[in-house]
Structure formats: C-alpha cells, structure tokens
C-alpha cells in the first residue's frame, strides 16, 4: 500500500457525516420557508392588535348598555317611591281631617267655641267639608231655642227653617257670624227678603244687634202691610229667646229695640224733623181715648201719655227729632212698644202718617 492512498480512519468517518449535515442544513431551510410563509399569511389575514380591539369595543357596548337599562330602572323606581310618598302622605292628610271632623262632631258648645278660634280666627288651611261642618254645628248650638217652633234643616248647610221664619247664617271677612231672618208675608204677591239682625263676635264673644233692620220690619208692617202685628211679635219672642241663650252661653249682648227684658227709658234720636200732619194725627188719636194724653208744655216740646204709666217725650228740631220713651215698669222692646203704639209709628219712619 501507497502512502497516497492510506486513508486515516478519522478522515474517513468525517466523510462519511458530511452527506448528514448537508441533509440537516435543507431541513432548516424548509422549516425556516414555513415560518416565513406563515407569517406572511398572518399579515395578509389582519393586524392582531385590530383585532383586540374589535373585541374591546363590543364588551364596551354590552356594559354601556346594561348600565343605561339599569339608569331606566331606577328612574322608574325613584317615580314610583315618589308616588307612594305622595298617596301616603294624601292619605295621611285624608286620615287627619277625617279625624278633625269626628272631633268637631263629638264637641259640645265649649268644643266648637274651641275649634272656631283655633281654626276659623287664626285661618287654618282645613278642608272645605271640615270648614262647613264646623259652621253649621257652632251656629246651630245659637239657634237652639228655636227647636220649640220646629227649627230644621234645609238642604243649604248655611239655612233653617221655622215655622215663623228662615234663618241662616255667614261668616263674614273679620270671622264674624252673621245671621239674617227672613219672615214670610201675609200677601203672598209680596217678596220678603233676609235681613241681617245679630252679629257674633267669637273672639270678644259679644253679640251685636242691627236695630235699623228692626226699624226696617215696622216700616214694612205699618206702611206697606207685608207682615202682620202678630208676626212681629212671635218674632221679637223668639229672637229674644235667642239673646236669652246668647247671654247664657257667656255672650255680652248690646242694648237693641228688640231687648224685651228690660223696662224701657231710652233716648232714640232720628233724621229728619216731624211733620204737623204726623203731631196732629197724634193729637186727634189721644184726646180720643182716655187714657191717653197729649200735653204741650214747652216751645218745641211735646208729652205724650200712654196707660200703665207709660210716656213718649217728643223734642222738635229743625232737622231731627228726639224721642224720649219711659215704660215706667213695664219690661218691653221697642219693637213691642211700637206695634202696640202704631199711631206713634210716623214719628221714627219717615214719611209716615
């Protein structure tokens, strides 16, 4: 063997790998094609991060939407808290008055007394049934007296009826009680109206009474014939009734020409001056009975002597007139004391003979 042609046996062993790493080397070269085709196709198919944030916004939505559903919900739900608050407390209020109107119903005439100054004098904010209910019972414990000539309800809570008269009553501005009386004509083509007698000063508890609506009825008896002698003197009966009751509810009544409890020595004054057609009228009627008298004693001066001891003193002026009337004992109003006098009529009803 040639030395040229001896081989070493390491050389020949590394000849014999060269074909495997030649295999190796491919290998890597289609695994790196691969790699390189695959990520083309990922960016032909779309940028990752575009496709994070797809998702991102559809999850925004979903909880946008559900917070705006829960926003409508509450919403709905504050409402209706509201509206149970609101029907509680119209319930509540429901509940009050209803309690106030029992209380009013239960109450004698210190009770009514109470609430009237409490509610009506001060103007508490009260429902309109409360109000009325009030009204009428307070005012109907003043027109008690009347239940002996059948007083009874009409179908106005403000109104009654006897069977001499009707009465009803008002409240006026100041929260004052007014009651008017309206009696029934005795020619029925005649047309009485209410005239407004007593006025009822809760807070003072005084009692006031209109004497000019007194004058008023003997005008429309004597002159224009509308009532009867005998109607006016059921009336003054039973208004007088009514004071009495005034007065023992703790009233203060002021002096009228209705007052038949008294004996009378007042003065009246009038307007206008009287006429000599009226004194002679007078004159005629006096010497006419025996116990009357008419006595001329001083200049502008006229005595007029009636029965029972009774006189009616005339002071003339130019333009106005005084009376001077004393029932000695005898206990009369004045609008008795003209009824049974009716020649004396002229004398406080101008334009009269």
């Keep these: 063997m040639t030395k040229e042609t001896q081989t070493n046996p390491e050389e020949s062993q590394l000849l014999e790998q060269e074909p495997t790493l030649e295999v190796q080397t ?11 085709t695959n990520a083309t196709d990922l960016v032909n198919d779309g940028p990752l991060v575009e496709d994070s944030g797809n998702v991102g916004d559809d999850s925004f939505d979903s909880a946008k939407e559900e917070t705006d559903y829960e926003d409508d919900y509450y919403a709905v739900k504050a409402q209706d808290h509201q509206r149970i608050e609101s029907l509680i407390e119209q319930a509540e209020n429901e509940l009050a008055d209803l309690k106030l109107r029992k209380s009013i119903m239960e109450a004698d005439f210190s009770g009514l007394l109470a609430h009237y100054r409490q509610l009506i004098l001060t103007d508490q904010d009260i429902s309109v049934i409360a109000k009325k209910t009030l009204l009428e019972y307070y005012a109907y414990e003043f027109l008690k007296p009347l239940k002996t000539i059948h007083l009874t309800a009409t179908d106005n809570y403000d109104t009654w009826k006897t069977k001499h008269f009707n009465v009803r009553f008002r409240l006026t501005e100041t929260k004052e009680l007014e009651f008017s009386f309206k009696l029934n004509p005795v020619n029925s ?22 004497d000019e609506q007194i004058l008023h009825l003997i ?64 004159f005629i009627i006096t010497m006419e009975n025996q116990q009357y008298d008419f006595i001329t004693e001083n200049k502008g001066e006229i005595l007029v002597l009636l029965d029972k001891n009774q006189r009616l003193t005339i002071h003339l002026y130019t333009e106005s007139t005084l009376l001077t009337i004393d029932s000695d004992q005898w206990k009369r109003s004045l609008l008795d004391f003209f009824t049974s006098y009716p020649f004396l009529v002229p004398l406080v009803v101008e334009g009269e003979e």
């Design 26 to 36: 491919e290998g890597a070269n289609e695994v790196e094609e691969n790699v390189s």
């Design 219 to 282: 005008s429309q008896w004597h002159a224009e014939n509308i009532f009867s002698v005998n109607q006016l003197s059921l009336f003054n009966y039973d208004v007088n009734l009514v004071l009495a009751h005034l007065k023992e509810l703790g009233f203060t009544v002021s002096p009228s020409l209705i007052d038949n409890t008294q004996t009378l020595a007042v003065d009246m004054e009038t307007d206008f001056a009287v006429a000599a057609e009226v004194l002679d009228q007078i």
């Design 189 to 210: 083509t005649y047309q009485s109206n209410y005239l407004t007698l007593l006025t009822i000063n809760s807070n003072s508890q005084s009692v006031v009474v209109n």
